[in-house]
């Protein structure tokens, strides 16, 4: 993979690039044109393009052929990927899957260009807009994009889905094809979705359409022993997520929020210097200049080795106290957002252990289609690498209501806070901790999902 242009303010080493902080436009400038991520694994660099985040290849090259260079290249397990027989396959993805090493990769994937840089370069998707989850038969909202068709249709989270297109929940979920009931994420196409609330049935027509993602679920202050806490719920690292997320930061601290809890119970990853910027609003100003997070490459791609500083930020050194929600989701780019920040402020992590996702990508770029390979590996100032198993939580929590975003009586939330105030996690979070699961996280409560789906959490 060719290097990453050098800016002002940056030199090169064998393995490593490192640089004096500079403001936070420069930061967004260099990572806008290197990588981007998903699971962003680890997060993910920057926008996908021909010139900027993809290797050369012949121009003769099949599809299939043109994923096992990149396999056999720059992915993270380039040495390790099998010499698997690929006469037959037609596709990217069906090649992806013959020849991914796993474990450790369940993240890799394939996706069509123009979904791919509509989602992250302009917030962008097609489709209902929600998030779902399989709870012992059932299929509940576990998000639901604010103006999206669903949210015009009157679905909110929390919701309990018992029918898709006239078949019960219970059958679809047994069969293991509620993602294909669903349908592919095409304009145009009809689904007719049934509901409960309450204990009141809904059923309704929803059209799938464009719209607009928003990476601000929710934003509010919360009053607490005369003091004001800020509340985000930050659902993804895009483009757009940057604008929002310090107009969300800006509107607190006018406020006076000195505290903060950040949501990332819904946030699959995104790009890692967006994250990186974010960091900078959360960070002390000790921190600013220093270490955020190393991004390790295979043998091969030892040039492409980047040190990202925390940036400075408006927002730096702003708030006392953080808080973290977390779940299985919490992967990627916002796993290493907790990371990253953890050797200058060790906050407490609420809820249950996260995704284990301490990898990323550098996307691959041929025609319309982006091939996401895992092509580094995220390090911290002090050395953490390695959390495949998840980040364990400070104060354990495993109840989900899926009540409103912001809900003070949502458990996780009114743990955070109990945190917060007391410098303690409560007697039931103590209790759990002593039999929080160690091993590692699984989306076996996911309906299956596919291309940047997978990341994204979206149908």
Wanted: hydrophobic share 40%; glycine share 10%; proline share 7%.
């Amino acid at each position: 993979m060719t290097a990453p242009p050098l800016l002002p303010g940056w030199t090169r080493r064998p393995g490593r690039t490192t640089r004096t902080a500079p403001g936070a436009a420069l930061l967004g400038a260099l990572f806008a044109a290197l990588l981007a991520s998903g699971c962003g694994g680890s997060g993910g660099t920057g926008a996908a393009s021909d010139a900027a985040g993809s290797t050369a290849q012949p121009a003769d090259l099949t599809e299939v052929g043109w994923v096992r260079s990149v396999m056999k290249s720059v992915y993270l397990y380039a040495d390790r990927v099998p010499a698997a027989d690929l006469s037959g396959l037609e596709t990217a993805s069906q090649a992806l899957e013959a020849l991914r090493v796993n474990p450790p990769d369940r993240f890799s994937y394939v996706e069509k260009r123009t979904t791919y840089d509509g989602f992250f370069d302009e917030g962008t998707s097609v489709g209902l807009g929600i998030g779902l989850r399989i709870e012992a038969g059932a299929v509940v909202l576990r998000f639901v994009i604010p103006g999206s068709p669903a949210e015009r249709a009157g679905l909110r989270r929390g919701d309990r889905i018992v029918s898709i297109d006239g078949v019960d929940i219970a059958t679809l979920v047994a069969a293991g094809t509620v993602t294909t009931a669903l349908g592919p994420s095409e304009a145009g196409l009809v689904v007719r979705l049934g509901w409960r609330r309450e204990g009141t049935v809904t059923e309704a027509d929803v059209t799938k359409a464009s719209y607009t993602v928003a990476p601000i679920l929710a934003s509010r202050v919360i009053e607490r022993a005369g003091a004001r806490i800020g509340y985000i719920a930050l659902y993804t690292f895009t483009e757009t997520a940057r604008p929002a997320w310090d107009a969300a930061v800006a509107a607190l601290r006018e406020a006076g929020a000195r505290a903060l809890v950040v949501d990332l119970r819904e946030n699959g990853g995104g790009r890692l210097y967006v994250a990186a910027d974010i960091a900078g609003s959360l960070a002390p100003s000790s921190a600013v200049g220093q270490t955020f997070t190393e991004l390790r490459h295979n043998a091969a791609n030892l040039a492409n080795d980047l040190s990202i500083p925390v940036p400075a930020r408006p927002a730096t050194g702003a708030f006392e106290q953080v808080a973290w929600l977390v779940s299985d989701i919490t992967c990627s780019a916002s796993e290493s957002l907790i990371v990253g920040l953890r050797p200058f402020r060790d906050d407490p992590l609420i809820g249950t252990r996260t995704c284990g996702k301490p990898v990323g990508f550098e996307p691959q770029v041929r025609g319309d289609v982006v091939l996401s390979a895992v092509s580094f590996i995220g390090r911290n100032r002090d050395g953490l690498t390695d959390w495949f198993d998840g980040l364990a939580p400070t104060c354990p929590v495993s109840t989900e209501p899926y009540l409103p975003f912001g809900d003070e009586a949502d458990p996780r939330l009114a743990e955070a806070l109990q945190r917060l105030g007391s410098g303690a996690c409560s007697p039931a979070a103590q209790a759990a901790s002593k039999s929080v699961r160690t091993s590692p996280s699984t989306s076996a409560r996911l309906p299956a999902s596919f291309g940047l789906a997978s990341e994204t959490g979206l149908f």
